[in-house]
């Protein structure tokens, strides 16, 4: 067994590789950037290289420097993770050049099955079912028109080289060929140093759903059930399962028994992923081979109880597989959320900044529910505009689908983060929206289900009386607090007032409270709008999260302190709560709304990026839907069009400008 390897990655998956080496006394080596100079990998490493400027292409993607770290610090294996160098064969082949240990595939099978274009040839040729495509390399946008047109529309423009939905595009007809056929060799090129993209039809209703495969360098190669991971936007996944909602045993063993073929037929060593796309009628298409570990691992592990880290270590040090086919077992329901550093009030736009308060919800087993948290960040850590924006990857297990998903919307409800914009309301939504609790789902479920965007949600009327409740009782506890302070001037009435009236939002809701004493823990009879209702909770002022029974029901809630009131969060709902005396309710009624300003004339940029392009003049007509300008954040290329006709009547930026969100570009007439 090796007794030091390096990481060649960052952020979580380098913590979550040096957590198993460290379990199994194997010694780590961390490289970094100049922007992760004091990241979490570094910190949890027995070392740590420092391998040049904050861009990836001046650091991470250099493999000399890679192999240049690991002769410094004597590491005899490399743990690519994935991304970055993962599946790059000449990487690979290079450090088994130097007498260093890949620890992943042989070049070979990263070869045959990295090349999205080259693997489908491959599968073909091994008999696994394909999606219908043209699997040569496309000239030109002209070209793209012909093929796309002999295919049929809808097609999927894809770059060959790509992943993580770069470089990818969904054309309905031709103008949007080859309109996309230009958008994705650009990302590709920016993003994995090769411009090739291939077409292939495009699945109606299609479900992402992979197999996770083990192989090792004796022959032995073994399925560990499937991930379905149909909830994506921007063709980027950002909730996956395992198992899935929607196979049957048969289409499982079918889909496995292909994916073990395939990683035979290519000598794969390793943990690897075989991607289907799955119809309605459970017909499987392969996609692609990912020749890594995939970041939606954990779900796998959490139903399995393999960790796969540990087997990729183990596979690369010589040693066969342990275990058989006939042992792999599927345990409960595991659900993998993605917390990403994006607004989803902004259609999911990139959001970067300091994470001044950052408060996980506690890892470990409570009675048949397990929460794991991979992170690489911490309080006080910043997200880069130079990498993924993935905070981290919040996973539940339980015996159910359903019992994990209603873990999931407790922990999504007790993940506290502040000092940057996340998607952490969109996800506590999705836990809660019917088409997700029955597993209908496919690849285009936020976009058919948020056709406009993901808005700030408004709560019913049940959920109003709970959002009263908590804030009642906070400032009940607050109160009463106050008004035991030593120094207090006047000394505490103990009268208490036994009407309220909660605002939550635009809605008004009267409370009449049933006992006339706050008791610490809080434990107190409510009247909500009429209906009695039991309120407890341990919560104490400062605490982010409130948590406790409202009637009975268990309650998990973010609050934070504004002007005159709290804003609460919780189940993807976020509403500013006053607490009022009945006559100053009957006076809020009559306070005018401020409205926000008029930005119609202005084109704003959405988010932190760079301006990769001005697409237009000062004083041109604009028709809707052209485009005005193209943004970059985060590696991915943001398309601003005209959302009607218009006339440009000046330009504030540049191309090579780096904006800040809400930074004017353009003004019209």
């Not at 992943?104 to 990263?110: D, F, L, T």
């Not at 103008?175 to 495009?202: L, N, P, Q, T, Y």
């Not at 796969?308 to 342990?322: C, K, S, W, Y």
């Amino acid at each position: 067994m090796f007794k030091k390897i390096l990481i060649a990655n960052r952020g979580e998956i380098a913590c979550r590789v040096i957590k198993t080496a460290r379990r199994m006394g194997i010694l780590t080596v961390a490289v970094y950037s100049d922007a992760d100079r004091d990241a979490l990998h570094v910190e949890m490493a027995d070392e740590a290289v420092h391998i040049g400027p904050a861009a990836a292409s001046d650091s991470y993607l250099v493999a000399e420097k890679i192999i240049a770290a690991c002769k410094a610090t004597g590491a005899e294996a490399v743990h690519p993770g994935y991304g970055f160098l993962s599946e790059r064969a000449s990487f690979c082949a290079e450090l088994e050049k130097q007498g260093i240990v890949f620890i992943g595939p042989k070049p070979k099978a990263i070869m045959a099955m990295g090349d999205k274009i080259e693997s489908k040839k491959f599968a073909n040729a091994a008999g696994v079912s394909t999606v219908p495509g043209h699997l040569g390399v496309i000239e030109d946008a002209a070209r793209a028109e012909v093929i796309s047109g002999g295919i049929g529309y809808p097609v999927m423009i894809k770059a060959s080289a790509g992943g993580g939905g770069k470089g990818m595009r969904i054309a309905w007809n031709e103008a949007e060929v080859r309109d996309g056929f230009e958008r994705a060799r650009s990302e590709a090129k920016s993003s994995f140093g090769d411009d090739r993209v291939f077409i292939e039809k495009f699945i109606v209703e299609p479900r992402h759903i992979e197999i996770q495969v083990l192989a090792d360098a004796h022959g032995n190669v073994v399925y560990l059930g499937e991930r379905e991971c149909s909830i994506q936007r921007r063709n980027q996944k950002v909730a996956e399962e395992a198992p899935s909602p929607f196979l049957d045993k048969k289409t499982r063993e079918a889909m496995g028994e292909q994916s073990v073929a395939l990683a035979k037929a290519v000598d794969y060593q390793s943990a690897g992923t075989v991607e289907f796309i799955v119809d309605r009628d459970r017909n499987f298409y392969f996609l692609e081979m990912n020749t890594r570990l995939q970041v939606e691992h954990p779900v796998t592990e959490l139903v399995t109880g393999i960790d796969l880290v540990e087997q990729m270590i183990r596979v690369a040090a010589g040693e066969p597989l342990a275990l058989a086919q006939d042992d792999v077992r599927l345990d409960g329901w595991a659900i993998e959320s993605r917390l990403y550093a994006e607004d989803p009030y902004r259609n999911f736009l990139p959001s970067i900044g300091r994470l001044t308060r950052y408060r996980p919800p506690a890892e470990g087993r409570t009675g048949n529910i397990v929460v794991r948290n991979d992170t690489g960040v911490f309080e006080g850590a910043e997200i880069s505009m130079y990498y993924d924006p993935m905070i981290a990857k919040l996973c539940t297990w339980a015996p159910t689908r359903l019992e994990a998903i209603e873990a999931m919307g407790r922990a999504l409800d007790g993940f506290v983060v502040d000092g940057i914009e996340h998607n952490v309301p969109f996800l506590s939504a999705l836990m809660k929206h019917p088409r997700w609790r029955d597993g209908r789902l496919s690849t285009g479920f936020i976009a058919e289900e948020y056709p406009d965007g993901f808005a700030p949600m408004k709560p019913d009327r049940t959920e109003e009386a709970t959002l009263a409740a908590i804030a009642l009782s906070a400032s009940l506890i607050e109160t009463n607090r106050r008004e035991r302070f030593a120094d207090r001037l006047r000394a505490a009435s103990g009268a208490l007032r036994e009407h309220w009236v909660v605002k939550t939002g635009d809605s008004h809701v009267a409370v009449r409270l049933l006992d006339g004493l706050v008791t610490i823990p809080f434990d107190m009879e409510m009247a909500i709008e009429g209906k009695n209702s039991s309120v407890v909770t341990d919560w104490r002022p400062g605490d982010p999260v409130w948590s406790g029974t409202v009637g009975g029901r268990n309650i998990t809630a973010q609050i934070r302190p504004v002007l005159n009131g709290l804003r609460i969060d919780w189940q993807g709902l976020s509403v500013t709560a006053k607490v009022l005396s009945p006559r100053h309710a009957e006076l809020d009624r009559l306070m005018p709304v401020k409205l926000p300003p008029d930005t119609s004339k202005l084109l704003l940029c959405p988010m932190p990026g760079l301006v990769v392009s001005i697409a237009v003049a000062e004083g041109q007509e604009v028709k809707a839907g052209e485009t005005l300008a193209i943004v970059e954040a985060m590696k991915m290329e943001n398309v601003l069009r005209a959302d009607r006709d218009l006339i440009v009547s000046k330009i504030n930026a540049a191309a090579g400008e780096s904006l800040a969100v809400d930074a004017v570009i353009m003004e019209f007439a």
